[in-house]
């Protein structure tokens, strides 16, 4: 089976830093897109920012200038660094990864269990 595990969320203050990493594990031929989404309480999950294989990125309005995705294709392990946070980015965040198993030929979406950030005024 196929699993991936984030880590690296919690509370900070207003103006700080976090970073997120999410590995993938299992029987993993490829990854093509990773991703970050975040949730907050009553609202749906939205995307956070993106990446391909190839390093290119995309990121929400919100986060532009924020946030920084990155990837490590030998390790299956997608980052989030978050600077400047704002109470506002307070969410879940869940990282996606679109992941080619060694016994299927097509690409599956994938989602690690979700961390929660906390950024407090």
């Known amino acids: 089976q196929v699993h991936l595990v984030e880590s690296g969320g919690g509370l900070v203050q207003a103006g700080g830093s976090l970073k997120l990493s999410c590995a993938a594990s299992?029987?993993?031929?490829?990854?093509?897109?990773m991703a970050w989404y975040r949730q907050a309480a009553g609202i749906q999950r939205d995307l956070v920012a993106n990446?391909?294989?190839?390093?290119?990125?995309n990121y929400a309005d919100s986060v532009k200038g924020r946030f920084t995705i990155s990837r490590d294709n030998a390790k299956n392990t997608v980052y989030l660094e978050m600077n400047s946070l704002k109470p506002e980015d307070t969410a879940v965040y869940y990282c996606?990864?679109?992941?080619?198993?060694?016994?299927?030929?097509?690409?599956?979406?994938?989602w690690g269990q979700g961390t929660q950030v906390t950024v407090s005024s």
């Open positions: 990446i391909t294989r190839g390093g290119i990125t």
């Open positions: 299992g029987p993993i031929d490829g990854i093509n897109v």
């Open positions: 996606y990864q679109q992941i080619r198993r060694l016994d299927l030929l097509t690409l599956y979406p994938y």
